[in-house]
């Protein structure tokens, strides 16, 4: 009942719960397009998107790491915490956040706490995520076909034939971090892979050739 009522006066005064909102927003076939084309309007924006499938386990292996990843780039506003004594709730002391300015005007009683988080985040990095079994049309459009797969669109790559940017490395928080943070230190650590697995491969062939040779001269 005490939920309902605090609920009531968050909509009434259209203010939000400042707890519990995820920091990765969940993209389908309906919302995809749009959210798509208000991230890539902007040059400096960044959509980061997770296409998976619920059970695939690689798809659970990545999920803590990727909602870690959305904490770390989420924006937080600037807020005032206080311990306030709401009438409503029979005097019942709640820990709520309100917006700095309103935060004395709406405390009924005596404020106990307060303290301000300042803001934190990065509001260039949008992450999101589409679940493919429910939203196969996305992915398929997308050219997903395995999962999963880390896609990163921005305005300069959204207008290619194949939009989007797919993410090749470990699917580790510092790789995918360097992705859409510093992608010239990503495409650095991606061309010196590369190279290793090239030289590997022809040493391997080498020796599997210079085996061949010294049976021949048996």
Known sequence: MRQKRMRKVL?????????????????????????LAIATSDEKKTLFVKFYR??????KALAPKWEALGEEFKVR??????????LLLRGVPIVIAFPTKLCHVYA???????????????SDIIMGE??????EKTCQKQGVNSHPTLIKYTAENVKLE???????????PKHMREFVD????YKKRLADILAEEKAEKEAK?????????????L
């Open 11 to 35: 909509k009434r005064h259209n203010l939000v719960h400042s707890f519990g909102n995820r920091s990765v927003k969940v993209l389908d076939n309906d919302n995809f397009d749009g959210e």
């Open 54 to 59: 619920p059970q695939c386990n690689h798809c």
């Open 77 to 86: 506003p600037k807020y005032q915490f206080c311990l306030c004594c709401f």
């Open 108 to 122: 009924s009683g005596t404020i106990s706490t307060c303290s301000v988080m300042q803001a934190e985040g990065r």
């Open 130 to 135: 589409v679940n493919c079994d429910a939203h």
């Open 162 to 172: 194949f939009p989007g940017e797919v993410f090749l490395l470990e699917k580790e």
């Open 182 to 185: 510093d992608h010239a230190g």
């Open 205 to 217: 062939k080498a020796a599997k050739n210079a085996k061949i040779e010294a049976k021949g001269e």
